[in-house]
């Protein structure tokens, strides 16, 4: 009875998150354009890594070089993002390390939230940003199998990137790469 009833509730769950954009969702992307200067801007909302405390967020502004592109990467809890190259991509057997741009790790709380009958309680988030490029996006979502390490001061987390499930990364990372390349 109790699988059953689970079961039930993870597909309303799929089903409420599969194929939103909504504002506010696990990789939502707003694309808008400046009235000050009519620089355009992209931004996608964190999302999530499978099974995983991690999350990934892009953003792009038509001011930047053509190639460059700031991923952010997120921990959920209160954590010190390690100096030097602390963002790792295992692609397909490939490493390769990013240092981020920021000195100091930013941390936000996100507050609780009650609605619907659904509470949520309130978090802490640490994160960091880093610059790649368009083409090392491209092959982040074209690869068969991608993992994803942060190094932490005193700990580290990881995360699989190659998921399509929903409010997962790849998904979102995919749409983003759409989009730029129409710009």
């Not at 309303?12 to 939502?28: H, Q, R, S």
Request: proline share 4%; glycine share 6%.
């Amino acid at each position: 009875m109790k699988h059953t009833i689970m079961i039930g509730l993870v597909s309303i769950i799929v089903l409420i998150f599969d194929g939103c954009a909504t504002p506010g969702m696990p990789g939502y992307i707003s694309d808008t354009v400046s009235n000050f200067d009519g620089s355009r801007q992209i931004n996608m909302d964190p999302a999530w890594l499978y099974n995983s405390p991690m999350t990934l967020a892009l953003f792009k502004n038509s001011k930047m070089p053509d190639s460059t592109i700031v991923l952010i990467a997120g921990v959920k809890g209160t954590h010190s993002f390690s100096e030097g190259k602390s963002l790792h991509f295992n692609i397909d057997g490939k490493l390769e390390s990013f240092s981020a741009i920021d000195n100091m790790t930013d941390i936000e709380t996100a507050p609780d939230f009650y609605g619907s009958g659904v509470y949520i309680q309130a978090s802490s988030w640490s994160s960091k940003r880093y610059l790649i490029t368009k083409d090392f996006l491209s092959r982040l979502i074209k690869a068969d199998d991608v993992w994803v390490r942060i190094e932490l001061r005193k700990d580290f987390v990881e995360g699989r990137f190659s998921s399509d499930a929903p409010t997962t990364a790849r998904p979102s990372f995919r749409d983003f790469y759409d989009r730029i390349e129409k710009w």
